[in-house]
């Protein structure tokens, strides 16, 4: 008796699912096409953001390059010129 109504549930079930239509092909590459879209978007700002974020940290040590270089030069300029006072 068991698979009886083991069998007339699944199958009601089996039921349940054939009435609903499938999407259309075209509806199901439409979203996907536009998910893919989407996604490629998100990734091109992230990569934007990450350019841009590397380009400025290019540029701050560039700057902190010259301004180490200027002390230096200074620092050896002010030596030099203390060296030849003490002459």
């Known amino acids: 008796m068991r698979p009886i109504i083991a069998f007339a549930i ?3 079930l089996a039921a349940c699912g054939s009435a609903e239509q499938a ?3 075209g509806n ?3 979203r996907i096409n536009n998910q893919i879209a989407s ?3 998100e990734i091109r700002a992230q990569a934007d953001n ?3 974020a590397i380009e400025q940290a290019l540029e701050n040590e ?3 390059m010259f301004e180490n270089r200027e002390a230096l030069l200074n620092a050896s ?3 030099a010129a203390t060296g030849n006072r003490s002459r």
């Open 39 to 41: 996604q490629a978007e």
């Open 10 to 12: 699944l199958s009601s």
């Open 28 to 30: 199901d590459t439409a």
């Open 77 to 79: 300029g002010n030596a």
């Open 62 to 64: 560039g700057a902190a």
């Open 50 to 52: 990450g350019a841009t």
């Open 23 to 25: 999407a259309a092909p």
